[in-house]
Nanobody
Framework: QVQLVESGGGLVQAGGSLRLSCAAS????????MGWFRQAPGKERDWIAG????????YYAGSVKGRFTISRDNAKNTVYLQMNSLKPEDTAVYYC?????????????????WGQGTQVTVSS
């Protein structure tokens, strides 16, 4: 089992940047494909970014591609989400998640463990 704790959320103006972190504890972090999801009020929790176990492979939803960057540091058991050029529509609770798989996984049901979420609010 792995425990995930997100941090780094907050309030930022449109066009600004934030960096989210997700610290993992428990089983070997490098065994997990990691992903970031977000959930806006009244909407579904959507996948936005994923990264392979080694960090060599990254993939993004179209809504964030070119603006967000996912990365990981297996020595620190941490995955990051660098968010640039933020827009009001990026406002949501952001969750990191871990999947015990080598596949590219982009749906909620593919992930085994979840953090508690961190709020990101982008003002116009």
């Amino acid at each position: 089992q792995v425990q995930l704790v997100e941090s780094g959320g907050g309030l930022v103006q449109a066009g600004g940047s934030l960096r989210l972190s997700c610290a993992a504890s428990g089983r070997t972090f490098s065994s997990y494909t990691m992903g970031w999801f977000r959930q806006a009020p009244g909407k579904e929790r959507d996948w936005i970014a994923g990264i392979s176990r080694s960090g060599a492979g990254t993939y993004y939803a179209g809504s964030v591609k070119g603006r967000f960057t996912i990365s990981r540091d297996n020595a620190k058991n941490t995955v990051y989400l660098q968010m640039n050029s933020l827009k009001p529509e990026d406002t949501a609770v952001y969750y990191c998640a871990a999947a015990l798989t080598t596949a590219q996984v982009m749906t909620r049901g593919d992930y085994d463990y979840w953090g508690q979420g961190t709020q990101v609010t982008v003002s116009s």
